[in-house]
């Protein structure tokens, strides 16, 4: 059976999508992670010192990160990741602080940077070492990995990690999102069937969904329908 290829413009829509998830995920749910600490210290008891210690680090953290989104905002992410004099970069907080709620959100945005800058072996690196709690900062990172994986044309792994993704995430926008790019990367890797699987999945439980938009525009075109 023939294979039949998506236009080149899908390839770019999906990294395109890619990429401004990464960012936008990470930015939208910092905030959430930064009152874990604070909470840990109502507990009590004798881990007092620990927690009061770790309540100062994520202070801190959260300090030298906030001095970093207005870099993030106008792309300059060579700068985010290394810093500038007297503001620390991405790279040193993540490395300094990365036992703290916004230390682990820096290497988040490590990754992101690193991707955005096309250092995608560098991007894997951190993606892989980066562990969250909440559940669609952690599919962000899973999100991430097949992104990068994606631009080294390891299609059959990306496809995999953004199925982990997908599975991982609560917000059901995001779940159709990578569940589409999961799809784009069955695709790629020669494996159109199990793309046409995921695309119709993609529509039938995400309904209204931008990402069953695009999985089903992706179907008209794998059927030769404009």
Request: glycine share 8%.
């Amino acid at each position: 059976m023939t294979q039949i290829q998506t236009e080149p413009s899908n390839r770019e829509t999906a990294k395109t999508r890619a990429a401004d998830n990464l960012l936008y995920i990470a930015i939208k749910y910092r905030n959430a992670l930064i009152g874990v600490v604070i909470l840990l210290v109502a507990i009590g008891g004798g881990t007092a010192f620990w927690l009061n210690h770790q309540k100062n680090a994520e202070t801190e953290a959260s300090m030298h990160l906030s001095k970093i989104a207005p870099l993030l905002d106008r792309n300059d992410f060579r700068k985010a990741i290394d810093g500038s004099a007297g503001n620390r970069g991405l790279k040193s907080i993540s490395a300094d602080y990365g036992s703290t709620p916004s230390g682990r959100m820096a290497s988040l945005l490590l990754a992101n940077a690193y991707y955005s800058i096309g250092r995608y072996d560098s991007a894997l690196a951190v993606y892989k070492k980066t562990s969250l709690k909440d559940r669609d900062l952690a599919a962000a990172v899973l999100a991430g990995t097949g992104a990068s994986q994606s631009e080294q044309k390891k299609y059959g792994e990306a496809a995999a990690s953004y199925e982990a993704a997908s599975e991982k995430a609560e917000n059901k926008t995001l779940k159709a999102h990578y569940l589409a790019n999961a799809a784009d990367n069955h695709l790629d890797a020669g494996n159109p069937e199990k793309a046409s699987e995921l695309y119709k999945k993609t529509v039938a439980d995400y309904p209204g969904s931008t990402g069953a938009a695009l999985a089903q525009r992706s179907l008209w075109q794998m059927s030769g329908n404009r």
